[in-house]
């Protein structure tokens, strides 16, 4: 029986130098998995026979081991036999991905980084990129996965190695948060929406010392009669462009409102949208950040709604 510490996923990532290796670890690294290169072969056993690190949040990540020829005593038939021996055991799930390349754009990459062959340091490239593709043939042969990156760039692959092993649980991490433009915009912020043209309840005795999160508050804000519409194509708006944020391999989109002092608007209308986005299927996490400070009329400012109190 699989036990809580084993690695839910383990994917063996090999492939001709040059092809992308260093690309597809890179990324699946960034979608959660646990990522190990050029392990040698004779420690490949105890790596995956060691407990993972108890009480970790991410403790059931997934596994990629990276191999490649520069991998210590390797050879390609001998880890086709390893891996089959631990695929055969239900705890260790292996799969394998091999990326190959044609040798005419392997030979131009080599060229354009002037990097030196890891099979032929003193030889033409050539030479190495022909002695790599037979070493490598039984690992292309027994693979699970195979993704030739001759005409791939670089966001390319990362969006394929996304899409085939990335999961809901990599989702990247999404904030809404309020603010007030009178104490500066927030840092890191990537998409901010300004509130202020909505009618400040700040001017209304009844409400200043009130906050966004208050229903009194709330109702006010939403009787303005641009509300509504604004805030609805604001939440569409959002809706259009998360998933095309979360397709280009974005971890963290921060959404920030703003009003003035950051109490009222912008508070009440980050806690609709993130409602909004949770009943989308999205995970917000929300943030107010000015809303413990105390109103005061000078970072109102001198342009007061026209209301009676």
């Known amino acids: 029986m699989t036990t809580p510490r084993t690695p839910k996923r383990i994917l063996l990532v090999s492939g001709l130098s040059g092809a992308g290796k260093s690309t597809v670890l890179r990324t699946l690294e960034d979608v959660g998995w646990e990522v190990v290169d050029n392990l040698p072969l004779t420690l490949l056993d105890h790596l995956l026979s060691t407990p993972l690190a108890r009480g970790g949040p991410r403790r059931r990540r997934p596994l990629a081991i990276g191999i490649d020829t520069r991998t210590r005593d390797f050879g390609a038939q001998r880890i086709v036999d390893q891996i089959k021996a631990l695929a ?14 044609a040798g005419s754009e392997l030979l131009r990459r080599y060229s354009e980084t002037r990097r030196r062959h890891p099979l032929a340091p003193d030889r033409p490239a050539t030479d190495g990129i022909a002695d790599e593709r037979e070493l490598m043939a039984p690992l292309r042969r027994w693979a699970d996965h195979v993704i030739d990156t001759t005409d791939t760039d670089s966001p390319t692959l990362q969006a394929q190695i996304r899409e085939r092993f990335g999961s809901a649980e990599t989702a990247p991490h999404l904030q809404v948060s309020s603010f007030g433009f009178a104490r ?9 929406f300004d509130m202020r043209f909505l009618k400040n309840p700040h001017w209304v005795s009844a409400l200043r010392e009130q906050t966004g999160l208050d229903a009194a508050v709330a109702d006010f804000i939403a009787r303005d009669p ?11 708006l959002l809706l259009l462009l998360l998933p095309r944020y979360r397709s280009e391999g974005k971890s963290y989109i921060s959404i920030a409102f703003g009003c003035t002092g950051g109490r009222h608007r912008s508070v009440h209308v980050a806690e609709r949208v993130a409602a909004r986005l949770r009943g989308a299927g999205f995970s917000p996490t929300v943030d107010h950040r000015d809303l413990g400070t105390r109103p005061r009329d000078g970072i109102e400012g001198a342009a007061r709604a026209r209301t009676v109190d």
Not at 90 to 99: C, D, I, T
Not at 184 to 192: I, K, Q, S, T, Y
């Open 88 to 101: 055969s055991d239900q705890n260790f799930p292996v799969e394998s991905l091999f990326l190959d390349c």
């Open 184 to 192: 500066g915009l927030p840092r890191n912020a990537d998409l901010v």
């Open 226 to 236: 641009a509300y509504e519409e604004a805030v609805t194509r604001i939440e569409d």
